[in-house]
């Protein structure tokens, strides 16, 4: 089956410095993949769309200096915290749909995630 | 923001019985697809249903849909230990696979 992986899988940093998470897609391709925030005992809240080759379109109230997204292949996305801060601290999530032929699954596919303490 | 409601928020029940939650939407959907997600962890996708079904099934699990209500049930049957998770329902509403999340059903099954 299709199969998500985010990287690392737990980080803890500093307030003030950057956070690099990857999100990849091991055995499909995928354009567009999605980012998601979840705070504890909540539901998830969708962060941002990142496309494949372009400029990723993020939600109402996300910063996207704060958040950076790169989609630099078809198998690869990035979400960096940058300057992060404690309220920064959350459970990241990525999603990804399958375009490997040529239109869009339908089912999306999510990595493990990546939980960020900042101190 | 989230698109709609679960309920119940949290549910505890023995193996062996049914587990039902529902979940309701604000707004006309291309499809409403049903999630688990243990403790800590990533989602799994469990069942997804088109605005142009009504019932779908796969193993002990069964989704009805009634978009004239604008609500989804996701059904467990003979449920087991292992099933003790968090159950999301999730809302399409343009077929580009933005997803809006519910608040989701926690779920504990004991032996």
């Known amino acids: 089956g299709a199969v998500v992986s985010q990287h690392p899988s737990w980080v803890i940093c500093k307030s003030g410095t950057s956070v690099k998470i990857e999100c990849r897609s091991l055995?499909?391709?995928?354009?567009?993949m999605f980012w998601y925030r979840q705070f504890p005992k909540q539901s998830l809240m969708l962060m941002a769309t990142?496309?494949?080759?372009?400029?990723?379109?993020?939600e109402q109230g996300v910063e996207k200096d704060k958040f950076l997204i790169n989609h630099a292949s078809l198998t690869l996305s990035t979400l960096t915290v940058t300057s992060a801060h404690p309220e920064d601290s959350s459970f990241y999530i990525c999603?990804?749909?399958?375009?490997?032929?040529?239109?869009?699954?339908?089912?999306?596919?999510f990595g493990p995630g990546t939980r960020l303490l900042v101190l | 923001s989230q698109q709609g409601e679960e309920d119940p928020q949290a549910l505890s029940i023995q193996e062996g019985e049914n587990a039902t939650m529902n979940c309701s939407y604000k707004t006309s959907i291309n499809n409403l697809q049903w999630y688990r997600q243990n403790s800590g962890r990533g989602l799994v996708h469990l069942i997804l249903?088109?605005?142009?079904?009504r019932e779908k099934h796969s193993g002990r699990l069964r989704v009805t849909l009634d978009t004239s209500k604008k609500s989804s049930s996701l059904l467990i049957t003979a449920s087991r230990a292992a099933d003790t998770a968090s159950y999301f329902c999730a809302t399409d509403r343009s077929s580009w696979g933005k997803l809006q999340f519910g608040a989701g059903t926690q779920v504990v099954v004991t032996p």
């Open positions: 249903i088109r605005s142009n079904e």
């Open positions: 999603s990804a749909r399958d375009s490997t032929s040529g239109g869009f699954q339908e089912t999306q596919y």
């Open positions: 055995d499909f391709q995928a354009t567009t």
């Open positions: 990142s496309n494949e080759g372009s400029k990723a379109t993020y």
